[in-house]
């Protein structure tokens, strides 16, 4: 049986995202495999990776809530915001204590405004902007709406800070060192990062990447249902299980779960597929085993 499920990865840091999908196509044998949430090459830590049917679910990851530690050197400014970047200025950064750093990390947290790197992979004009900026191509950059929802020091050693940070889908941690240097007045870039948690993903469950093998990389792939696990389930009657299998709708009840998106689970518990509420019904979105 072609494999299907979720593969948590530990990334190491030197490559991109996509060499990791790439190697892990040449030990599975398989094409269709797609990552939730790219990582930068400087970055490690938890990608999540799609194989085989369950990259159909990868919509339902890339929105998770994300976790990270990260390094920041203060008192130089790179190009791209992070240690792979040339330095383009350095400022004095003695004046800078932990009191300072608290009052201006508390600027961060809630929802913010960021604007991306100009070295990065969201696309302007049909291409990513990191290769515009190599092309000496200024564009503008607009700014996005994102959230903090946790941010705090955990390390001061000059000029290093360490910080953890529980941040929304789409984040630019190396905007968030650049903006807090600019902050401070003394320039700030990212020299690591380690990404701790993708929504209920976490490191404590991600195999490295070099210890996987044809041989045991099955055991460590987990059903396609465990893609939306933080889905309510919508447990249904095989009648009405069939009926969005064949595309009609199903009303919806008082007791249903009062959320857009479910799981449908058949009177055996097994996992049908994916339901979008409507005004009165629900409609598969996704489906995955018929009945």
């Known amino acids: 049986m072609t494999l299907a499920g ?23 044998g ?22 085989g049917r369950a990259t159909r679910l990868v919509e339902y990851l890339v929105g998770q809530t994300k976790a990270y530690t990260a390094v920041l050197r ?19 950064f003695v004046h800078i204590t932990p009191a300072l750093l608290e009052e201006a990390l508390a600027r961060f947290r809630g929802p913010i405004q960021q604007r991306p790197p100009a070295y990065a992979a969201i696309k302007q004009a049909g291409q990513p902007l990191y290769r515009l900026a ?23 050693t000059p000029p290093f800070v360490q910080l953890m940070l529980s941040c929304s889908s789409g984040t630019y941690v190396r905007s968030l060192a650049h903006d ?25 469950e991600a195999v490295p990447l070099a210890a996987l093998t044809p041989q045991n ?22 009648v009405d ?29 097994a996992f049908v597929g994916i339901a979008a509420a409507r005004e009165d019904h629900w409609q598969a979105e996704k489906i995955f085993k018929q009945l």
């Not at 094409?31 to 490690?44: S, V, W």
């Not at 203060?74 to 004095?92: C, I, K, N, S, W």
């Not at 700030?188 to 209920?200: E, N, P, Q």
Request: a positive charge; proline letters at 9%; glycine letters at 8%.
């Open 6 to 28: 979720v593969l948590v990865v530990d990334k190491p840091p030197g490559i991109t995202s996509h060499d990791v999908v790439n190697r892990v196509r040449r030990l599975a």
């Open 30 to 51: 398989l094409r269709r495999i797609g990552h939730a949430g790219t990582l930068d090459p400087l970055a490690t830590g938890v990608l999540l990776l799609c194989l």
């Open 74 to 92: 203060l008192g130089q400014t790179t190009e791209t915001y992070d240690a792979e970047g040339d330095v383009v200025a350095e400022r004095p």
């Open 134 to 156: 190599r092309q000496g191509v200024q564009v503008e950059r607009p700014l996005r709406s994102v959230t903090i929802h946790a941010l705090q020091m955990t390390d001061w």
């Open 180 to 204: 807090l240097g600019e902050v401070l007045g003394c320039g700030a870039h990212l020299t690591a990062l380690r990404r701790t948690a993708v929504g209920s993903f976490t490191l404590a």
């Open 217 to 238: 990389l099955p055991e460590y792939v987990r059903p396609p249902e465990t893609a939306v696990a933080h889905l309510p389930v919508l447990a249904l009657s095989a």
């Open 241 to 269: 299980a069939r009926a969005l299998q064949m595309g009609q709708p199903v009303l919806r009840q008082p007791i249903h779960p009062p959320h857009p998106l479910v799981r449908i689970h058949a009177p055996d518990g």
